[in-house]
């Protein structure tokens, strides 16, 4: 019981991430926050949600069958946590070569 509460304490964190990170998307000003909302926020988001995925599967029993499956989406959290930055970093860089302008803050005149 108290695994199936860790689980879903897990994926309902990582949903949470994955909320916020749509959230920077959506109300952030410019190309570059966007980009850093969207890096951390799904990074972060898909590995609690996958390992809560894993967890809950090892909960099924200790089979050899629920061992491996485990271990496959762990291996997938880990192709995440690796390509999901990297992804991101290209992307702002690529805006960066474009000539992509960063907000700037308007002075109010008083």
Same mark, same amino acid.
């Given at each position: 019981?108290?695994?199936? !509460?860790? &689980?879903?304490? @897990?994926?309902?964190?990582? =949903?949470?991430?994955?909320?916020?990170? =749509?959230?920077?998307? @959506?109300? +952030?000003?410019? +190309?570059? !926050?966007?980009?850093?909302?969207?890096?951390?926020?799904?990074? /972060?988001?898909?590995?609690?949600?996958?390992?809560? /995925?894993?967890?809950? *599967?090892?909960?099924?029993?200790?089979?050899?069958?629920?061992?491996?499956?485990?271990?496959?989406?762990?291996?997938?959290? /880990?192709?995440? +946590?690796?390509? *999901?930055?990297? &992804? =991101?970093?290209?992307?702002?860089?690529?805006?960066?070569?474009?000539?992509?302008?960063?907000?700037?803050?308007?002075?109010?005149?008083?």
């Amino acid at each position: 019981m108290i695994v199936i !509460t860790i &689980a879903v304490a @897990l994926i309902v964190a990582g =949903t949470f991430f994955f909320v916020t990170a =749509t959230l920077g998307l @959506l109300r +952030f000003p410019d +190309f570059y !926050t966007r980009m850093h909302a969207a890096g951390k926020g799904d990074t /972060l988001g898909a590995l609690l949600s996958l390992a809560g /995925l894993a967890l809950y *599967n090892l909960n099924n029993g200790f089979s050899v069958e629920a061992i491996l499956i485990s271990m496959k989406i762990l291996i997938i959290a /880990l192709f995440i +946590f690796i390509a *999901n930055p990297t &992804a =991101t970093h290209a992307i702002t860089k690529a805006g960066l070569v474009c000539s992509v302008k960063p907000w700037e803050k308007k002075e109010s005149s008083k």
